[in-house]
Every structure is written in C-alpha cells, then in structure tokens.
C-alpha cells in the first residue's frame, strides 16, 4: 500500500491475502467469523469510551478480519461494493437516499 | 464511482457520505450500530447456506453499514486501515504474518 495515494480496496485485500491466508484456510469460516465478533465487540466499546485512535484501530480491525473472511470465500470486496451501492442506494436508487423514513430511518 | 478503475475506500465512503450522511447523523452512532449488527447477522446466514452473490451482498452492507458509522465520527477509513495495516501484520510486523499460532491461529 503506497503512503500517499488513496487506499484501492482490492489493493489492501490483497495484501490481506498475502499477510494471512494460509492462517485464515486452515481457521476456517466459522472460527475466524468469532475473531470479528470480538473485534465488532471492540468497535463498539471504543466507539462508546474510546479515543478517535482506538476508533480508528478498531474499524481497521474490524475491516480487516472481514476481509480475511471475504479472502476464504474468494470474494472480491471491491467488485461486492459496486454491485450493491455502484448505482446509489439500493433502494431508492439515488446517489442522495430518498428512501422514506419508516423503511429504513 | 467509476465501473472499470479499482474501488478507492476513501471515494467509496465520500459516496456513502453523500447517499446516507443526513440520515446517519439523525439515527446517531447507537441506532446505527443496531442497523449493522442486523446485517452482520445476514452476513452469517449468507455464509452458511447463501448463494456467492448473497454473499457478496450482505459483505457490501455490512462494509455500507460500518462506512456510515465511520462517517458519523468523521473517521477516514482508508486512513484507519492505513495506520493499521500498511506496515504489515501489527502484531508481528511481516508482510506475510509469522506471529506464533497460540497467539492468534
């Protein structure tokens, strides 16, 4: 990941690949959807009592190890997020959401 | 975002300011947090007896649903993944991690 231009999803879950993928094969799906839930459990606490830092690390983690799933499957996150919101949203379809308040407020 | 060239998070998360911020900063942090745990939920079942593009759906939202978090703190999450993992593994500091398996199988 070079230092100064911006971060390209498929880019950083290469490198992902590439730091962990024989470790995320042999945990498998279900063990390494456990890591996530601790590290979504460590979201929520920094984003209640924690730093901007702490903050930051734990979106990173928690990016990271679905990341690492998404790697197991063989899924491409980049092309995953284009097909959902490449379009706008995907229920009003607007690139500013219109959906009514009482779908989705 | 452009369909050919890869995903830039730091483009993909200026859109999802401009399709969702209003509404996100309405909800707050906590509101917000529940809509991503309904998703993460999804992003399970998806990966026990969904179909690929199921899958990549709900690995969409759930990344959608964080984004939205990020950007009510104002957190860049290129940065964030940046600062964490662009040096490589943060616990043993490789790009191909070799941090001791009792540790983090």
Redesign the interface.
């Known amino acids: 990941?070079n230092?100064i231009e911006?971060?390209?999803?498929?880019?950083?879950q290469q490198?992902?690949r590439?730091?962990?993928l024989e470790?995320d094969l042999?945990?498998g799906?279900d063990?390494t959807?456990m890591?996530l839930?601790e590290e979504?459990g460590e979201l929520?606490a920094a984003?209640r009592e924690g730093s901007?830092d702490d903050?930051?690390?734990e979106?990173?983690?928690?990016?990271?190890w679905?990341t690492t799933?998404?790697n197991i499957?063989g899924?491409d996150?980049?092309?995953?997020?284009?097909?959902?919101?490449?379009s706008?949203?995907p229920g009003c379809r607007?690139?500013?959401?219109c959906c009514p308040?009482e779908g989705?407020?």
Do not use: N, T
């Open positions: 990941m230092a911006p971060l390209c999803l498929r880019d950083f490198s992902m590439a730091m962990y470790k042999a945990r799906v063990g959807f890591w839930m979504v929520a984003l901007l903050q930051m690390g979106f990173a983690d928690v990016i990271a679905l799933i998404a499957r899924i996150l980049s092309e995953a997020l284009r097909r959902k919101y490449g706008g949203c607007h690139l500013v959401c308040d989705k407020p």
